[in-house]
């Protein structure tokens, strides 16, 4: 890995009221405002300069807000399609891969475009501070931080429900500064969530952020910088399944700093988000015009996310109204909200498989189904330049090539536990 890096330079910004101000470090929200917002980084370059392959996913530094490189880690791919392309009569078809699928030159290790938020995550890290990060995560994402910190000796607590263990897999070990603990049987991601937030109210322990952490937005954002300097122009679509919708935020913030950039052009990408039906709380409040999602019942949408393939599409409170948030893109670029059933997606994952030669992740399937969908309503012109996330992939690929092994947690919570418990188990980890 080249050493020759230098931290990128960026200030903070509020969306709401725009005021501008530094990182104190791990800033997640606007000081002194009372009104929720997101907060974006305003980088010093404006003009994104795409440093060589050597620097994996550091190469798009200049617009990731991080203070130093990882070892590691890989950019996500973007190339012309030709059978999908073909098939769907498209003539500006682009694929943007992360993954593994190393004849493309994708060397994701834990197949999905949440390495690019751990690396980025990761780099935004003082690692003089000495404290744990904190991640809870029923999915794709907590394999990537797992990964990310241990292979960079990151002190990192994985908050996951013990339902989803089976995601935790890895093809190497991983070190003894990664600790798992979860949430008992029968428990859920909001379950992680609410561990995790005793966690952060111990000493020494920082919550990771989520969508309001701007190294996270930005990470998922260099999908849209492979694309875009690759086609050399912005695209007219943008096609991506989401749960929480935080890639399709990064994406337009991506677009927008390209805008800035002046050489790319000025349009905004139309965002052609899609779902698993039969859980569809995004497309229901777009399609209702409300900046809110619409109440509904929470056994019912345990229910539904019980149906649905692509599990990590489950998220049930996505930062959809906040300032800056999913509605604000939407409204901004004027897109939609799609959906796909399972059946939909299971015929989309191997349409894409045969005709591209790699198997995707079940959420990745839910975006190649939409687009096809939207192919058929005339809804996306044939000439059109579209930009297809395929946010995960090649993972069947990567484990007939290697063994994997499973992360163990270190302890089993109860669903609910309390503060002293949670305490007492963590002072014994740390
Ligand atoms: C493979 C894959 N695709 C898509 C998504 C949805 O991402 P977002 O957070 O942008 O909604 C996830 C989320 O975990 C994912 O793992």
Known sequence: MPQDFQPTKYKLQSFKTGKIFQDEGWTLDAPGEESPSLIRAIFENKQLNVRDDSFGLYKFADWLPVNKMLEGSSPPVTYKSKGLAEELGLKELYITFSGYWPEKGAKMHTCSFKETEAYSVGGRLNPESGEVLVVASAGNTSRS???????????????????????????????????????????????????????????????????????????????????????????????????????????????????????????????????????????????????????????????????????????????????????????????????????????????????????????????VASLIDAVKAGEVEKDATIMLNITGGGEKRLKSEKEVTYLKPSHVFEITPSLETVKGVLDRLF
Request: charged share 25%; proline share 5%; net charge negative.
């Open 145 to 367: 931080f797992a990964r990310v910190c241990s292979d960079n000796n990151i002190p990192l607590l994985l908050c996951v429900p013990e339902d989803n263990l089976n995601a935790l897999w890895f093809d190497k070990p991983i070190r003894d500064n990664v600790k798992l603990v979860v949430t008992r049987s029968g428990s859920d991601y909001f379950d992680a969530i609410h561990l995790s937030n005793l966690a952060c109210q111990l000493d020494g322990f920082i919550p990771e952020g989520g969508a309001k952490n701007v190294a996270r937005r930005d990470g998922m954002g260099t999908t849209v910088l492979s694309a875009v300097t690759e086609i050399g122009h912005i695209p007219e679509y943008y096609f991506q399944a989401v749960g929480s919708g935080t890639g399709a935020i990064s994406a337009w913030e991506a677009n927008l700093r390209f805008i800035e950039d002046g050489r790319y052009g000025s349009n905004k990408m139309k965002l052609m988000i899609s779902q698993n039906h039969p859980f569809i709380p995004l497309h229901d409040a777009w399609k209702a015009n409300s900046r809110h999602l619409l109440p509904f019942d929470d056994e019912e949408a345990r229910k539904q996310v019980e149906e649905i393939d692509a599990k990590v599409l489950s998220n049930r409170k996505p930062p959809y109204p906040i300032a800056g948030g999913l509605f604000d893109a939407m409204t901004d670029t004027g897109g939609d909200v799609l959906f796909a059933t399972n059946e939909e997606a299971a015929y989309a994952s191997g349409l894409f498989e045969k005709l591209e030669g790699i198997d995707i992740h079940p959420a990745a399937s839910v975006a």
